[in-house]
């Protein structure tokens, strides 16, 4: 094997560049998987509205995984 001085960043920066990646292509299908999610999620949130309000007017504080799953639906909310 041929001696090459370690570390050679010129060398490794030509090699990625010689190999460039695709642009990812997003197809309809993707789209509309997407905007499906969405709704869904927001219906959830519309749904689970009640429990929400009721779990956050109790003076014991959720469990720590009911805590994390409230705050991601709040996102959607």
């Known amino acids: ?7 050679d960043a010129d060398r490794a920066l030509r090699q990625l560049h010689r190999h460039p990646q695709p642009e990812p292509v997003v197809s309809e299908l993707w789209l509309r998987l997407a905007k499906q999610a969405d709704l869904t999620l ?3 949130a519309v749904a689970f509205r009640p429990t929400f309000d009721a779990i956050r007017t109790t003076q014991v504080p959720p469990p720590t995984k009911l805590a994390v799953a409230l705050s991601k639906m709040r996102r959607y909310a």
């Open 1 to 7: 094997m041929a001696y090459r001085p370690y570390p």
């Open 42 to 44: 927001e219906a959830a």
